[in-house]
Nanobody, 124 residues
Framework: QVQLVESGGGLVQAGGSLRLSCAASGRTFSSYSMGWFRQAPGKEREFVSAIAWSSGSTSYADSVKGRFTISRDNAKNTVYLQMNSLKPEDAAVYYC?????????????????WGQGTQVTVSS
């Protein structure tokens, strides 16, 4: 069992930055691939970024590539999402998730555990 708690959301002006954190419980955090998803009002949940547990390889949605960076600290059982050059369209509830797999990480169906989400609001 893995429990995930996100933090770091808030209100930021367009062009600003935020860093989201996701703290995981459990001793096997390093064996899980981690992903970030987001959901805006009236829209479906969408993939943002993921980092594989084995290789540490990362992937990003085209909409955030070059602006967001995912990283993980296995010693702290934490995954981060550094978000720079934020745009109003980045506003959403951001969720972190854990997957026992290393492939198909763009699909929410690959993830076994989810956090409760943290709100990101971007003012124009």
């Amino acid at each position: 069992q893995v429990q995930l708690v996100e933090s770091g959301g808030g209100l930021v002006q367009a062009g600003g930055s935020l860093r989201l954190s996701c703290a995981a419980s459990g001793r096997t955090f390093s064996s899980y691939s981690m992903g970030w998803f987001r959901q805006a009002p009236g829209k479906e949940r969408e993939f943002v970024s993921a980092i594989a547990w084995s290789s540490g390889s990362t992937s990003y949605a085209d909409s955030v590539k070059g602006r967001f960076t995912i990283s993980r600290d296995n010693a702290k059982n934490t995954v981060y999402l550094q978000m720079n050059s934020l745009k109003p369209e980045d506003a959403a509830v951001y969720y972190c998730a854990a997957a026992g797999s290393t492939y198909g990480l763009r699909s929410s169906s690959r993830y076994n555990y989810w956090g409760q989400g943290t709100q990101v609001t971007v003012s124009s």
